[in-house]
């Protein structure tokens, strides 16, 4: 028995000893004024009106719910609506206390951000009544047969319209390490067993006392390498982290580039490809992503480092700039063009200036590099890959 129904007996049971012993029958009648709380059981029913609902689609967006609500019967009625942990409240509540005495409206009322791709379900308003006195209390579930069901952006629609409006830091005529040689020389290297006998550079290999053959660049577009990080301390970013991939994989596909993909934190990789095949293989991938891995760039490097030097690719990391160990990573890829996108969000605990110091560090010596914030859109990119 609660507190305050223990108080209430107590105060029953001296009333009814005083006019036991002092023989005052308004006594005794009295005793029975506090237990009268205790015999009303909490007999309430919620019902819930018209919801106000317009689901978000994308990833980020911000959305309002407003459940009208309708009291019915007696008690303190305690109303909870359930929201998962891909969904963050930004204004207002999602519970709402009520006492009922017959008859009463209400209402809850606020506004969310999704955060996460996939579904979310909406559907549960927990409902616990309690009565009068507290004593007992009576516990159920409403289904308001809400669901969200969110998704990254992905802009392969606009990419035509996007590409012609700027220019790129990056060389649109990268070369394709596999593929038939072209007429473009490269360099002089040392030969290796499978290269052509036709392209033996004598008078090279007179001058170095070995042999040395010419290297042609080869036909074809170069191949794009995406590595995303989806370590534990990319939660609160890794659907910005998401949405920067989709573009990438989206963009270069449709210009014929081979994509592949290696998550970082998961350990698993992609090999590079081409085609609608391969951006839907990517993206059913990496839409079943959580950042919960544990994985450094180090680790990784020494399982993808074969697939880089067969491919030779452009490399993209997506990452938190101030959590990743960047330079030495970039370092042991220095034979390759890597371009680095830190996620960052603005007026974090650790204040923007620790946070910026942080990326500089992180980024210094890196040629190409790129700062997304969470809340800006991704068509930003365009600007600079196109």
Same mark, same amino acid.
């Given at each position: 028995? $609660?507190? #305050?129904? #223990?108080?209430?007996? %107590?105060?029953? +049971?001296?009333?009814?000893?005083? &006019?036991?012993?002092?023989?005052?029958?308004?006594?005794?009648?009295?005793?029975?004024? !506090?237990?009268?709380? /205790?015999?009303? !059981? !909490?007999?309430?029913?919620i019902k819930v009106e018209r919801t106000e609902f317009e689901k978000p689609e994308f990833v980020g967006e911000v959305f309002s719910l407003s459940i009208p609500l309708k009291f019915y019967g007696v008690g303190v009625a305690k109303i909870y609506h359930e929201v998962g942990e891909g969904i963050e409240i930004i204004e207002g509540k999602n519970y709402s206390t009520a006492f009922i005495f017959g008859f009463g409206k209400g209402s809850i009322r606020y506004k969310g951000r999704v955060r996460k791709i &996939?579904?979310?379900?909406? #559907?549960? /308003?927990k409902v616990?009544?309690?009565?009068?006195?507290?004593?007992?209390? $009576?516990?159920?579930?409403?289904? /308001?047969?809400?669901?969200?069901e969110a998704k990254s952006r992905i802009f392969g629609r606009r990419l035509k319209e996007l590409r012609a409006k700027a220019k790129s830091v990056m060389v649109d005529i990268d070369r394709a390490k596999i593929g +038939?040689?072209?007429?473009?020389?490269?360099e002089i290297r040392e030969y290796n067993f499978s290269d052509p006998l036709k392209?033996?550079?004598?008078?090279?290999?007179?001058?170095? %006392?070995? @042999?040395m053959v010419n290297e042609f660049e080869k036909e074809g577009k170069k191949a794009v390498w995406i590595i995303l990080d989806a370590n534990d301390y990319m939660e609160g970013?890794?659907?910005?982290?998401?949405? +920067?991939?989709?573009?990438? +994989? #989206?963009?270069?596909?449709? *210009? %014929?580039?081979?994509?592949g993909l290696y998550a970082l934190g998961k350990s698993n990789f992609i090999y !590079?490809?081409?085609? $609608?095949r391969q951006v839907k293989k990517i993206f059913d991938y990496i839409t079943s992503l959580e950042a919960e891995g544990n994985e450094s760039l180090d680790e990784a490097y020494e399982k993808m480092k074969k697939m880089l030097y067969i491919y030779e690719p452009l490399i993209y990391v997506i990452t938190r700039a101030e959590k990743a160990n960047l330079k030495k990573f970039v370092r042991k890829v220095s034979k390759f063009k890597v371009v680095v996108i830190s996620i960052k969000r603005d007026g974090e605990s650790?204040?923007? @200036?620790?946070?910026?110091?942080?990326?500089? *560090?992180? /980024? *210094? &010596?890196?040629?190409?590099?790129?700062?997304?914030?969470?809340?800006? *859109?991704?068509?930003?990119?365009? $600007?600079?890959?196109?």
């Open positions: 028995m $609660k507190y #305050s129904a #223990s108080k209430a007996v %107590g105060a029953a +049971v001296f009333l009814l000893l005083v &006019g036991v012993v002092l023989v005052i029958p308004e006594f005794v009648l009295a005793a029975v004024v !506090p237990l009268i709380p /205790l015999l009303v !059981p !909490p007999v309430a029913k &996939g579904k979310h379900n909406l #559907s549960k /308003l616990v009544v309690e009565s009068l006195s507290l004593s007992s209390e $009576k516990a159920y579930e409403v289904d /308001l047969n809400l669901e969200i +038939v040689p072209g007429t473009d020389f490269k392209f033996i550079n004598w008078k090279a290999s007179a001058r170095f %006392g070995k @042999l970013f890794f659907d910005k982290a998401l949405e +920067v991939c989709s573009f990438l +994989v #989206s963009y270069y596909a449709t *210009r %014929g580039n081979k994509v !590079p490809d081409f085609g $609608k650790l204040g923007e @200036l620790t946070l910026m110091l942080a990326r500089r *560090r992180a /980024l *210094r &010596g890196i040629e190409h590099r790129l700062e997304v914030d969470v809340e800006e *859109r991704v068509e930003k990119l365009a $600007k600079v890959v196109a």
